[in-house]
């Protein structure tokens, strides 16, 4: 992710998705290597990010109020303007 945010900085022309919210271990918690680089990313206006993929990512039985910490970081960081939504069917 921190990759990311420099390729925003050196090409502010370019738009960038970040695909499945950066990919953050889902678990009890968000951990703050992730949350840090979600909201240094969000500071880059020409950064959106993808809602998809997150049960992919967290533990069997996973519901919404595991992956609710980080929705509601991303939410809070980036605002819904800037979140896209993708199907995960059939996948998921």
Known sequence: ???I???ATRH????IVLDHFGKPPIGDAPGSE????ISALSDAPNVTVKLSGLLAEA??????????PYFDHVVHRFGAGRILWGSDWPVL
């Open 12 to 15: 502010p022309d370019l738009s």
């Open 34 to 37: 992730w949350l840090d680089a």
């Open 59 to 68: 533990p069997a039985g996973a519901d919404a109020t595991v992956l609710a």
């Open 1 to 3: 992710l921190p990759a």
């Open 5 to 7: 945010r420099v390729l």
